[in-house]
Structures are given as C-alpha cells and as structure tokens.
C-alpha cells in the first residue's frame, strides 16, 4: 500500500529576511519544496530575489510567493513590509531572520560604521522584524521565530562587531521567548558553521576556510540545503517542544580558527 505523507509544511506561510542569495535563498527553497506559501526579501538584488521567485515556481508552482525590497536597519520599512506581507498572505506563520553582512576588521581599526552597520543589520534588525511580526503572532495565537545566529559568537578575531551582534541574537531570542512563549510564541536560533556563500567567498581567505574544515568534526564544508533543513525543523511541528533553544549546524565545529592574518581586504 502507498504511504501518503503530507508537506511537513504544507499550508504554512513563512517570511524569511535576506532571500535574494546564499543560505537564505536555499532556505526559501527548502519551505517551499515542503509545501510553504513564502514572503522573503532583498535589499539591493533584485534580480536575486527574481531568480528565487523562478526557481520556487519550478519547485512549488502552487506555492503563493511574495518578495519586497527592505533593509533590516530601518524600522519604519520592516513595519510597512511586515503589514504588507501579512496583507499579501493574509497569515504569517514563522519569520525567519536571515539577512547579514560582514564588515571585517580589527578592534583598534574599527570604524563607528563597521561597528553600527553590522549591530544594526544583524541585532537591531532582528528585533525590529520579530517585534514588526509579535502583534500577528499574538493575534494567531502562535508562530515561530527562526533567527540566525553564527558559531563567531563565541568570539571571531577581526569580527568583533559580527561576534557581538550574533551572541546578541541569542540573548534577544531566548528573552523573546521568555516574554512570550506562553502565548505559544516561539523563537529558536539556528548556529551555522561554515557555508559557502558570497559573503564568506569575499572575506574568509583559502587557509581560513581550510582551517574552519580542518576544526569541523565532519571535515568539510556545509551545504546550503543542509542549513535549510534546519531551518524546516524550526518551521515546522517537529520542533513543538523546541523553544528559546540553539540548534548547531556546523558539522561538529565548536570552536573558530584564530586571527586569520591572509583576512581578505574589502
Ligand atoms: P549572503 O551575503 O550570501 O546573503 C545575504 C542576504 O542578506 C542577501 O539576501 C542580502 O540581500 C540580505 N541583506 C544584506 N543586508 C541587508 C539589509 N540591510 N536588509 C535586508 N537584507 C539584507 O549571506 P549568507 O547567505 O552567507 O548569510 C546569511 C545569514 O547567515 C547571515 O545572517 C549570516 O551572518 C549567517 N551566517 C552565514 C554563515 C555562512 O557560512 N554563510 C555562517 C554563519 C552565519 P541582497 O542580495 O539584496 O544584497
């Protein structure tokens, strides 16, 4: 007899920051592969936000897809774009908050703008989306915050701003859930180890990545696809006893290399 299985996130409606490329767009496609209706955003490639409009279509073409320029820094745009996504889907059910940058560089040569423009688009922004979404949540009685983190938080030599904004993110998401779990809110982080992505192709040089590989348990690198499956996870109804919880993606990779002296310049 045939085993029918329903999409584990069928029906779901899911907004996720920062889909236009890299682990985020694989994360949009990962929901949408198991049946989610997504809202995502970009800030700058709007082609890359096209291009995962197309290849959701291919996946998914029932999906409902919705994608809008906003930068996470500006709390006015996250409040119209969150109003507008819940209109356009009518329900959101989990948020993700993905989007990032690196402004490397090391402590006494830090600008005030590497410090602000990383804290602003990774902790700030965070809290501007998922306080943009509460209001829903607590309306829906539920939802789920996805937030992503990075193992830097344990401290990144030359990423001191990055180090703070990801170890930020998750004392922001347990006091979220804290806050609000009883209403069956929940908020989850997720810790990815090393991907391959435009933002670690132009500031990580070849012996920092050999190094992160050479520290990982699992001695490689990880897949985008194996990011946003944790990303389901956290989405979906098999992590419902899951909240104010770090789940590690970083195939073993607990600590990070130390200062990388060969450190791309931007
Ligand atoms: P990419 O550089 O490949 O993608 C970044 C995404 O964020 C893009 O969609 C970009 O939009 C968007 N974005 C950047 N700034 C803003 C902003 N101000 N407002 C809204 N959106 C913005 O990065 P990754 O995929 O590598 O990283 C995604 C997340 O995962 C980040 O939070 C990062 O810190 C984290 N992470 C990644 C790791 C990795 O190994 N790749 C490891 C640990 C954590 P646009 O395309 O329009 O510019």
Not at 14 to 31: D, N
Not at 44 to 66: L, M, Q, R, W, Y
Not at 81 to 110: C, H, S, T
Not at 132 to 145: D, M, Q, S, T, Y
């Amino acid at each position: 007899m045939e085993l029918i299985t329903k999409p584990l996130l069928e029906g779901k409606n899911i907004f996720l920051t920062g889909g236009s490329r890299g682990i985020g767009k694989a994360a949009v496609l990962e929901l949408a592969k198991n049946g989610a209706n997504v809202a995502f955003t970009y800030v700058s490639s709007e082609s890359g936000a096209k291009d995962t409009e197309a290849k959701i279509k291919e996946i998914n073409p029932n999906a409902k897809v919705f994608y809008y320029k906003m930068d996470v820094k500006n709390s006015k745009e996250v409040n119209e774009v969150a109003e507008k996504a819940i209109a356009d889907m009518e329900r959101i059910d989990v948020v993700v908050n993905n989007a990032g940058i690196l402004r490397d560089g090391l402590i006494y040569q830090m600008t005030d703008d590497q410090w602000d423009e990383v804290i602003q688009t990774h902790l700030t922004g965070t809290f501007y989306v998922c306080r943009a979404f509460l209001e829903e949540f607590i309306v829906n009685k539920g939802g789920k915050f996805v937030n992503i983190s990075s193992i830097c938080h344990v401290g990144s030599a030359g990423q001191a701003n990055y180090s703070a904004a990801k170890a930020g993110i998750i004392g922001f998401s347990k006091a979220l859930a804290k806050e609000y779990g009883y209403k069956n809110i929940y908020c989850n982080v997720i810790v990815p180890g090393y991907f391959k992505t435009e933002l670690t192709d132009a500031n990580a040089s070849e012996m920092i990545v050999e190094q992160f590989v050479r520290l990982s348990m699992l001695q490689r690198e990880g897949k985008p696809e194996e990011f946003a499956k944790a990303v389901v996870f956290l989405a979906s109804g098999l992590s419902d006893f899951v909240n104010g919880d770090v789940l590690y993606v970083t195939g073993g990779l607990d600590t990070i290399p130390p200062k990388d002296s060969k450190r791309k310049k931007k």
